[in-house]
């Protein structure tokens, strides 16, 4: 059995600063965070080939996404959608508005778990997305298709969730 993926950073500093978690809570999720990295780290170092060839399926992916929208667009929705605490590849996103991490380190295209954005329109007040996330093998796939919108704030929200 698949163990759930940990919680980004950014929901459990939320929840701590809210008073949701402890301290020692908090401290464990970002133990498991730091632990996830740390195995990725490892399975690169044991196989380079594989992670280059990842490495370029996933900026191939990049350029595909920014041949229609730009970084900042995509950057927003990866934002928008780390903050949803029912979306396992939110684990992945949480640092999406730091610029100095480029488009492709968000996306997963053969790794385990994948992350997949098969379309995407993003428009000045909504975005409408389809997204692949979930194991190796397309059966053990989720596909969903979002549906987001700008608040009072001008911050996208995702306003409805199809699978």
């Not at 929840?15 to 690169?44: K, P, V």
Request: glycine residues 4%; charged residues 35%; positive net charge.
């Amino acid at each position: 059995m698949e163990r759930p993926s940990p919680i980004s950073p950014n929901r459990l500093l939320a929840w701590y600063r809210s008073g949701s978690i402890t301290r020692a809570q908090w401290l464990e999720g970002m133990r498991q965070q730091f632990q996830l990295a740390l195995n990725e780290i490892e399975e690169d170092r044991s196989d380079p080939n594989r992670a280059l060839l990842e490495t370029w399926r996933c900026k191939s992916a990049s350029r595909r996404l920014k041949k229609d929208h730009t970084e900042a667009e995509l950057r927003e929705v990866f934002m928008s959608l780390s903050e949803l605490d029912d979306f396992p590849p939110s684990t992945y996103l949480w640092n999406a508005d730091q610029l100095d991490v480029p488009i492709h380190c968000f996306l997963r295209e053969k790794r385990a778990p994948v992350l997949r954005f098969r379309k995407m329109s993003i428009r000045r007040l909504t975005a409408e997305l389809t997204i692949e996330y979930g194991g190796l093998k397309s059966k053990d796939r989720i596909r969903e298709t979002m549906h987001l919108r700008r608040d009072w704030r001008g911050t996208l929200i995702v306003e409805s969730r199809e699978q």
